[in-house]
């Protein structure tokens, strides 16, 4: 069993960066885990998943060169360093785990999500 906890949305001007966190509990090294997100009256989408080590990493065209997945197994930690963001990038951010790398659906554990607002 594994819960995730997301921080670090908020507001920010177009142009400008955010850090996302997603604190873990559980057997965190033993998962992938992803970023998704979900726009208003859309479906979510995929964004970006890192193994299990957190050698290889893998994007949404729609977020590479401009957003940055990493892990800290020590600290049961994920991070999404986005930068240049842009209008379209605001959704809701969730991280999740699973076992399967690379994958943009097989998922077991979800986090309840951080909004991401970018203005114009």
């Known amino acids: 069993q594994v819960q995730l906890v997301e921080s670090g949305g908020g507001l920010v001007q177009a142009g400008g960066s955010l850090r996302l966190s997603c604190a873990a509990s559980?057997?965190?090294?033993?998962?992938?885990m992803g970023w998704f997100r979900q726009a208003p009256g859309k479906e979510r989408d995929f964004v970006a998943a890192i193994s299990w080590s957190g050698g290889r990493r893998y994007y949404a065209d729609s977020v590479k060169g401009r957003f940055t997945i990493s892990r800290d197994n020590a600290k049961n930690t994920v991070y999404l360093q986005m930068n240049s963001l842009k209008p379209e990038d605001t959704a809701v951010y969730y991280c999740a785990a699973g076992l399967i790398y690379p994958s943009t659906t097989d998922y077991v554990y979800w986090g309840q999500g951080t909004q991401v607002t970018v203005a114009s």
């Open positions: 559980g057997t965190f090294s033993s998962y992938a």
